[in-house]
């Protein structure tokens, strides 16, 4: 079922409002979107065309907010408000877009992105008074700094984290754990760390299990790094409470980094994923890493 979505003319001034009531250059827009917004973007072209590589962009943000639209409409009738944390926002595609698509329209909600580098932060605060998005926030903070971060709310409803680099997934899963975030949406990036452990600790591994056969190639080492990195993600979540689902994100033509991991706090943790996690380190010896997966 797709999610419900709320419409309204956007908030930039007479010249968005037109844009918006353009005709729709072809399906991958959405009816009543922004197109300033997506041009600002870059996502359209100034004549308000869609390349090969801005229609893929724009189909897994699109994608990712049908998952994520209803979390939000579900918050703000639960309790009037939302709070939605996106780390490692980059250029804020997501949270832009989410804002657009499913916020704008109403008078409740806010979306934090969380960036490092300052001219993307400084980028994002300009377009979003641009563009009157005044529920939008954007902090200059590591993902592991936020969690402490006075300018971020106490409680925290949903946190993404779509292909934020080096080990910021993990980082974003240990703030909605710290939160206490009711949900957590995940399009992993950057499991080199514990590739690069496989590596470090194969001769070992070769005298300790034959499933060391499983990563003895450089390009199964990626493989299995990528794989085994996100199994313990989803073993942490589970053992802090929450029930998680894992699928595609778009079709695998579209993206390479296309795994979608969804989770939802029930407060009933997974008796024995902690327990899985732990086996699983020490089978594949990959002790070493046991702080970042298990705690």
């Not at 944390?85 to 806010?110: E, M």
């Not at 980028?123 to 700094?145: C, I, N, P, T, Y």
């Not at 989770?263 to 990959?286: C, D, Y």
Request: hydrophobic share 40%; with cysteine; net charge positive.
């Amino acid at each position: 079922m797709k999610p419900k979505v709320k419409h309204a003319p956007d908030r930039a001034g007479a010249n968005d409002a037109a844009a918006a009531q353009a005709p729709v250059p072809g399906s991958d827009i959405r009816p009543g979107q922004s197109l300033a917004l997506l041009k600002a973007l870059h996502i359209l072209t100034r004549d308000g065309k869609l390349n090969q590589d801005s229609r893929r962009k724009l189909k897994q943000v699109h994608h990712l907010v049908n998952f994520i639209a209803p979390l939000i409409d579900a918050c703000l009738a639960e309790r009037g408000d939302v709070q939605l944390v996106d780390h490692g926002a980059g250029k804020s595609y997501l949270g832009f877009i989410l804002y657009d698509l499913c916020l704008k329209a109403g008078s409740a909600g806010t979306i934090h992105g969380i960036e490092t580098r300052d001219d993307l932060v400084a980028r994002s605060r300009e377009l979003a008074d641009q563009l009157g998005f005044e529920r939008m926030a954007f902090h200059k903070l590591s993902v592991e700094a936020s969690i402490g971060a006075p300018a971020l709310p106490a409680e925290i409803d949903i946190v993404t984290a779509l292909h934020a680099c080096d080990t910021a997934t993990d980082d974003a899963i240990r703030f909605a754990l710290a939160k206490r975030a009711r949900h957590v949406v995940l399009v992993p990036c950057c499991q080199a760390e514990v590739a690069a452990a496989l590596r470090a600790y194969k001769n070992e591994s070769f005298g300790k299990t034959p499933l060391s056969e499983l990563w003895r190639h450089p390009i199964h080492t990626r493989e299995m790094g990528s794989q085994i990195t996100n199994v313990l993600r989803c073993l942490l979540l589970e053992a802090h409470g929450y029930q998680v689902s894992v699928t595609e994100l778009v079709g695998w033509e579209h993206s390479l980094k296309n795994e979608l991991i969804v989770a939802r706090a029930t407060g009933n943790p997974r008796g024995n994923a902690r327990e899985r996690a732990l086996q699983i380190l020490s089978a594949l010896n990959l002790e070493s890493l046991r702080e970042r997966f298990v705690y």
